[in-house]
């Protein structure tokens, strides 16, 4: 049996144990009539044993599942001539591709005909192997299906022996279901170590072979590394400064657009709008923040761009075509709301009495906005400027679409940058090697990125914890 | 002006060489209040400037994706010659339906078009004659004549679609004959012909809706893109939802207050802000190089996107749960339930609007994600409509992202067709979100 197919029959099966728990409960009892002697409902037996049937046997399926393959390519490999197996771990990985087309694609019959037919060796070789792979996937998903099955009876049949009148299934059952809530909520702990694994396990490789002195200090980054030896340009040096440069560039831009402005949205539209200006403006401008950034990237590669340029040379200034200003501007647009509602939220968050304390003293209402309300709320709205510069440097799409690859170190906004995230997807989207430099690159620039935003959301939560309470 | 004569005689001893501090302000109130009028126009401003800029992007892209929705076609005269489909006259009687499937099409597309424009002649304007229809068109002709066989021999009108190049060329409205885009002088001659003898129709674009990717822009469609975002955004529902909400009434209902609480919930807030593309090198790092689960598959990016979304439905679920009074809680406890049932038959129920609305704001944000897809190889070009969620596939938002590097003209008005389509499906999740968030405010 297949696993969505074994998944399917353990659903049935898990349903049938529900149904059987709560006969077996009531035969307990001695009948429905006598169904008030069982120290819990006859349903939370039921329960209990569906749980106990489904849960062990489905954990055994997903183990099973993702350690099946690595366990049987080892195995085929160790039936593999000497002479193959000593090839490198790449051609290795190339041959079992080969031998996994052959084995999906032909019938077992074929193999064996095909292994006896050839007189070529190496042909007559990859032959039996399929076979022996058609062989060891059957061997594997029997066992898996036996295992599975088993398991899933075995739980039942031991715990439905178990049965008393004074069993406490729904104890029993409700701790079951508190394990599964805790490990719901752990999930958000494994991402964070899977996350941190990933991107650090990746960068140390990477560490290996390029020195993170110069991976951090370095001017020039031309990941090419080169196919020969005399090859030309495939120099292959890491140094990130540029791309630092870069992301720091478009950040900036684009905070220039999105804190005047969102500001100012979120002082009138708190201070100024009347109530249905607000309740009109508000779901307006989230439609900015519902966006998906694969549409600002497009409109800045194909709107804002062509206009800049045609601006910068009717101006007679030289722009690149994918100038960092057109997608400073787009990202800058997308954040607008994101400052908007978080100042307003902080703004907002400023007790009544100061502001009317500052009326009293008779201040307009731009002097209490710029001298109460503003400093009151400055913890707030720096933290909302942290976390939007958070947002501006981890944002791929506009960048890669709207952005360069060249990794030029300038400050000109009307320059072709490059930004980390968009070497991160260059490196890792198309077909390489895993264990490059190239790729693990990715990982390397990964991890800084990561480290940078987290800090600056710790940052910005620090910074929002420590003055806030100054007027509450 | 008396209130502040009045008012500046009471304190005139000490104001006698400088003004008084009202006549100081009385002085300074116009200029106050021109400051004051400036400030509230400059938020004005920026209020207006944030509608113009959703303005200007939505309209900007529904103007660029008009023109995708319809699409030329043309009329042409065929004529399937047993000696042109290279069949023999002798077993023409007898048409298998192998015969049909590998008779030579192109042949006949050829040729019946030299004997619509006799006038052509010499390979490079045959050539040029050739491109001014679709490559698709005499797969065309082969569907017409396995669909009627009757034709078989015989003379025939077939409408085929233009070629991209020609559609685009059309849609720009070009003077009549004249040379423009690609276009040449001698292609935009018989265009103009095909016009006179009113050969030329444009129709909706159905194909656009009903056709995977192509390589020819005037056969492309979203219909695998379309596919493979639904069957992403089943398995990131079908995983986030039950776990979202677990861990929320975990949190909520049952957690002590302990380190282990803490920690989850400070790991839960960061990852709500981590870049989306970091997501991305987790699930190439972990889920494909470790667990070996099949890259550019819907189960990997929903697996993905799971994680993404996760801290947002937490997040909501918690507030919706939090929401829900204690003195239900209380009265379920004071009858004697468990503080399992009490969570599981009344504050569950309770929440449950709230807690769908997060769940729906959390795939609408998973629905627009492209950057952690591209890290696990949904970016393929994949022809075929992808129907289980191991298949090869490619979600709307990166089918976006690979029309925009497209070079061809018409790619531009199809990028923009699927951002409509994209804007209209979010649209239709937000609303119902909303919807559902007042009719829950209401109660």
Known sequence: ?472 | MTKISKNSTVDSTNTNSALSTTEKVSLSLKKRHRKEKRFKRIGLFSVLFGFLLVVTLIGDITSKALPAFHQHWVKLEVNYQASWLNIDESTAQSLSAKQMKTANYRNVLKKSLYQMFPEVSGRKDKRQLAKLFSSNAEFTLKDNLIAAPLLFDKQTQIWVRLDDDVDSYLKEEFPLGEAGLRISQKQAQWVAQLIASERIESRFNFSFFTASDSREPELAGIKGALMGTILTMFVTLLLSFPLGVAGALYLEEFAPKNRFTDFIEININNLAAVPSIVFGLLGLAVIINLFGLPRSAPLVGGIVLTLMTLPTIIIASRAAIKAVPPSIREAALGLGASKMQVTFSHVLPQAMPGIITGAIIGVAQALGETAPLLMIGMVAFIVDVPTSIVDSATVLPVQIFLWADSPERAFLAKTSAAILVLLSLLMVINLSATMLRSKFEKK
Not at chain 1, 67 to 73: G, L, T, Y
Request: aromatic share 8%.
């Open chain 1, 1 to 472: 049996m297949n696993s969505s197919l074994l998944f399917f029959v353990l659903l049935g099966l898990t349903l049938f144990s529900y149904w059987f728990g709560v006969q077996r409960s009531l035969k307990v009892a001695g009948g429905a009539e006598h169904k008030k002697e069982l120290t819990s409902l006859p349903q939370q037996f039921g329960l209990l044993t569906a749980m106990v049937c489904g849960l062990p046997a489905l954990i055994t399926l997903l183990i099973f599942n993702s350690a099946e393959q690595i366990i049987v390519e080892q195995l085929l490999i160790s039936t593999l001539p000497a002479n193959i197996q000593s090839l490198s771990s790449v051609d290795i990985g190339l041959y079992l591709n080969n031998i996994h087309a052959m084995a999906s694609s032909e019938s077992a019959t074929n193999l064996l005909q095909g292994s006896g037919i050839s007189s070529d060796n190496y042909v007559q070789t990859q032959y039996q192997a399929a076979f022996t792979l058609q062989e060891l996937n059957q061997q594997a998903s029997w066992l898996k299906t036996a295992l599975v099955l088993i398991i899933a009876c075995v739980s039942v049949t031991v715990l439905v022996r178990k049965f008393s009148l004074t069993y406490q299934a729904r104890q029993k059952s409700e701790s079951i279901i508190l394990a599964l809530l805790v490990a719901s909520s752990a999930v958000a702990i494994l991402t964070t170590i899977g996350i941190i694994i990933s991107v650090l396990f990746e960068s140390i490789h990477f560490f290996k072979s390029v020195s993170p002195v110069e991976f951090m200090f370095g001017t020039q980054w031309s990941p090419q590394t080169a196919m020969r030896v005399d090859q030309v340009g495939g120099s292959g040096s890491f140094g990130a400064i540029p791309l630092f440069a870069g992301t720091m560039l478009i950040t900036f831009i684009a905070m220039l657009l999105a804190v005047p402005v969102g500001l100012m949205i979120a002082i009138y539209l708190s201070q100024y709008a009347s109530a249905k200006l607000r309740a009109f403006a508000k779901p307006m401008l989230e439609i900015l923040a519902g966006i998906p950034t694969v549409v600002y990237g497009f409109f800045a590669a194909l709107t804002v761009a062509p206009v800049i340029r045609n601006f910068g040379e009717s101006l007679g200034l030289s722009v690149a075509s994918e100038s960092a200003l057109a997608a400073g501007l787009v990202m800058g647009t997308m954040i607008i709301p994101f400052v908007s509602s978080l100042s307003e939220d902080a703004i907002s968050a400023v007790p009544n009495s100061l502001k009317e304390a500052s009326f009293g003293m008779g201040a307009t209402k731009s002097e209490t906005v710029l001298k109460v309300l503003l400093p009151a709320a400055l913890p707030g709205i720096v933290g909302a400027i942290l976390l939007a510069v958070s947002r501006a440097i981890g944002e791929t799409m506009i960048v890669v679409m709207a952005a360069g690859m060249a990794a030029n170190l300038t400050a000109n906004p009307l320059d072709s940058v490059t930004t980390v995230t968009v070497q991160i997807v260059t490196l890792l989207t198309g077909d390489q090697e895993f264990d490059s430099p190239k790729t693990l690159a990715a990982f390397a620039l990964g991890l800084m990125l990561f480290i940078t935003t987290l800090g600056l959301n710790v940052l910005a939560l620090k910074v929002v914890r420590k003055y806030r309470e100054q007027y509450d």
